[in-house]
């Protein structure tokens, strides 16, 4: 129902900035709250910040608050990760993911309460 692809990763220098993207296709998109989680090589997915259905509210990692900005477009279908001052342990896969549920007034950072999964952009943060 809800088709994801990331864009926007790359190769960047510590206290760089990068912007990742999340182009949605279907017509519940709008309807979802949407997740961004990261994986780095041995180490288990792990949550980074959350946006409600209605991009009124939105939640991040501890590891990430202050320095992400996640936001949504409708008219694009689109989600973004503002990423600023980045450092080498942010190196990651950065996937997108869509809520298994629609019009859900909450928010989860448990991968297996998202049903939708973009294929992942790498970004590497070099010191």
């Known amino acids: 129902q809800v088709q994801l692809v990331e864009s926007g990763g790359g190769l960047v220098q510590a206290g760089g900035s990068l912007r990742l993207s999340c182009a949605a296709s279907?017509?519940?998109?709008?309807?979802?709250?949407m997740g961004w989680f990261r994986q780095a090589p041995g180490k288990e997915r792990e949550f980074v910040a959350a946006?409600?259905?209605?991009?009124?509210?939105?939640y991040y990692a501890d590891s990430v608050k202050g320095r992400f900005t996640i936001s949504r477009d409708g008219a694009k279908n689109t989600v973004y990760l503002q990423m600023n001052s980045l450092k080498p342990e942010d190196t990651a896969i950065y996937y997108c993911?869509?809520?298994?549920?629609?019009?859900?007034?909450?928010?989860?950072?448990?991968?297996?309460?998202?049903?939708?999964w973009g294929q992942g952009t790498q970004v590497t943060v070099s010191s």
């Open positions: 279907g017509r519940t998109f709008s309807s979802r709250a």
């Open positions: 993911a869509a809520d298994r549920f629609m019009y859900r007034n909450s928010w989860s950072a448990a991968p297996n309460e998202y049903d939708y």
């Open positions: 946006i409600t259905w209605s991009g009124r509210s939105t």
